[in-house]
């Protein structure tokens, strides 16, 4: 199955600065590469993704990049905010099943936005 | 319109007993997801259903089990609880995928059932 590894595991950023999380994955068959964030207390909401036919997707402060060459995909969120502070999760679809709703997560970003 | 709505949210429980756990999917998504987030790490895959029927099964005992109703709406069972099942459940819910998981869609997550186990 898909093997999912995500660091760092802590980041601290002051407001305002850019914050990067970078990902590996294992399965070159794997072509769908999401992010969730999830707040204290909440459920996993996902917040960009990104499929094998592109490089990079942007979305307002966050964006995607897939490097399928390297088998790894990182999340930038720019001009950070205190409402970014949460712990950021990647995954990636086990291809060897055909249960789309499994999803391989990493262990988790703990970002904190210091004002 | 409602999202991915569980219940309980909230339950305590001593080790040996059973508990069902409830998910209401998005309305039109016929597919449903269970994972099991233990404290600090990410989500782990339990069971999918979809149509009613299981599609996919992680690496978890037989201790766990799951059903889809008519309506879509699951139940996840655990029984013989034990002091490692505390965890934070949850169910996500999909639309229907042509072509299997290399069409992976996006899973909508509900807020989660916490589960502690003494």
């Known amino acids: 199955g898909e093997n999912v590894e995500q660091h760092p595991s802590t980041l601290s950023v002051q407001e305002g600065d850019s914050a990067v999380i970078k990902c590996t994955y294992s399965d070159s068959a794997s072509n769908y590469f999401p992010w969730y964030k999830q707040e204290l207390g909440k459920g996993p909401q996902l917040i960009i993704d990104?499929?094998?036919?592109?490089g990079e997707k942007k979305d307002q402060r966050i964006a995607v990049t897939l490097n399928k060459t390297a088998k790894h995909f990182s999340l930038h969120i720019t001009e950070t905010q205190p409402e970014d502070s949460a712990v950021y999760f990647c995954a990636a679809p086990d291809p060897t099943t055909d249960s789309w709703g499994k999803l391989q997560f990493g262990a988790g970003t703990q970002v904190v936005v210091t004002p | 319109d409602a999202g991915v709505t569980q219940s309980p949210t909230h339950l305590i429980k001593t080790r040996g007993q059973h508990v069902t756990l409830r998910c209401s999917p998005i309305?039109?998504?016929?597919?449903v997801s269970w994972y099991q987030q233990v404290l600090g790490q990410g989500p782990q895959f339990i069971f999918q259903?979809?149509?009613?029927?299981?599609?996919g099964r992680g690496n978890f005992p037989d201790r766990f089990s799951a059903r889809q109703f008519p309506n879509y709406s699951s139940e996840l069972n655990v029984n013989a609880l034990l002091l490692g099942d505390s965890a934070l459940y949850l169910c996500?819910?999909?639309?229907?995928?042509?072509?299997?998981?290399?069409?992976?869609?996006?899973?909508?997550f509900g807020e989660g059932s916490r589960l502690t186990v003494l």
């Open positions: 309305s039109g998504h016929k597919s």
């Open positions: 259903y979809y149509e009613k029927e299981e599609r």
């Open positions: 996500a819910s999909s639309l229907e995928v042509v072509g299997g998981a290399l069409d992976t869609g996006e899973l909508f």
């Open positions: 990104i499929r094998s036919n592109v």
